[in-house]
């Protein structure tokens, strides 16, 4: 029954899903061309002129990031309103009547919402690794090649090790766990606060916003207080990412705990 949740879930939300994909890569497309403009050169130093043109392309930068902004949070808030409308109002009175566990419920539109927050993620970072390579290659000498990029990269990391103490690879490890499994407790996140608002008699729906925003800052709070403990600038950078995973995981947990609660407590009422 569970697959047949997560399917149903999917056809529900891949039309939004895909309509976002493909706005992202208009706005890439825009990025990268506004990155062709000869001001990019002349800033440079490597020649060109400036005309109108080249205004327009700085503009174009302004309204990519503007642009990648309301992508970020519109597919949020596309997945909030479903999760609340679908749990939480008279169409979630149909939802729980199904012959399904609340656990196989939340774990349904979590998994789905999750990998719709790892598309729109990995898109984010698939545009703007390109738009910073076509800068890259715009005002680089000639003969650069791509591989010269990530070398660079690596390059600087390795600096970085033998400065600070740093540990370049603990710290890719931990970006790509982040950004594969922070997808699904960011999701976790918002879901359980738009529940916690789910106790109050009125105001549910604001309310669940300020429980969000309160969780938020107090997980920023927490996360500062830990790095306050770190001796040098390698320390806190080795332990920054780790800190902030294991207090989004523990409270994703929490708030999931929390959202199952207080949905057993509606249905009973009910």
Not at 86 to 105: D, S, W
Not at 242 to 259: K, M, N, P
Not at 263 to 268: A, H, Y
Request: some cysteine; overall charge positive; aromatic content about 16%.
């Amino acid at each position: 029954m569970l697959g047949k949740l997560i399917k149903h879930e999917w056809m529900e939300t891949y039309k939004m899903g895909c309509l976002m994909l493909g706005a992202m890569a208009v706005i890439t497309f825009l990025g990268w061309l506004s990155f062709q403009a000869p001001v990019w050169k002349s800033i440079s130093g490597t020649g060109g002129s400036v005309s109108w043109l080249d205004i327009f392309s700085i503009f174009t930068v302004l309204i990519y990031a503007m642009l990648l902004a309301c992508v970020i949070f519109g597919i949020r808030i596309y997945l909030c309103v479903r999760f609340y409308r679908t749990m939480y109002t008279n169409q979630g009175y149909l939802t729980h009547t199904l012959p399904v566990t609340k656990n196989q419920i939340l774990g349904s539109k979590l998994l789905v919402s999750g990998l719709w927050m790892l598309f729109i993620q990995l898109a984010i970072y698939f545009s703007l690794f390109m738009l910073v390579s076509s800068l890259i290659w715009m005002v680089a000498p000639d003969r650069y090649l791509p591989t010269d990029l990530f070398a660079a990269a690596w390059e600087i990391l390795s600096e970085m090790e033998s400065l600070f103490g740093f540990r370049a690879a603990h710290f890719v490890g931990m970006w790509l766990a982040t950004s594969l499994i922070g997808s699904f407790t960011s999701i976790m996140i918002l879901f359980g606060s738009l529940s916690l608002g789910q106790l109050m008699p009125r105001g549910r729906l604001f309310l669940g916003i300020l429980f969000y925003i309160l969780i938020v800052v107090g997980e920023e709070l927490l996360v500062s207080l830990f790095r306050s403990f770190s001796g040098s600038f390698g320390a806190y950078l080795n332990r920054n990412m780790d800190i902030r995973f294991i207090v989004d995981l523990l409270t994703a947990a929490i708030l999931y705990a929390a959202t199952h609660f207080i949905i057993s407590r509606k249905l009973n009422l009910a």
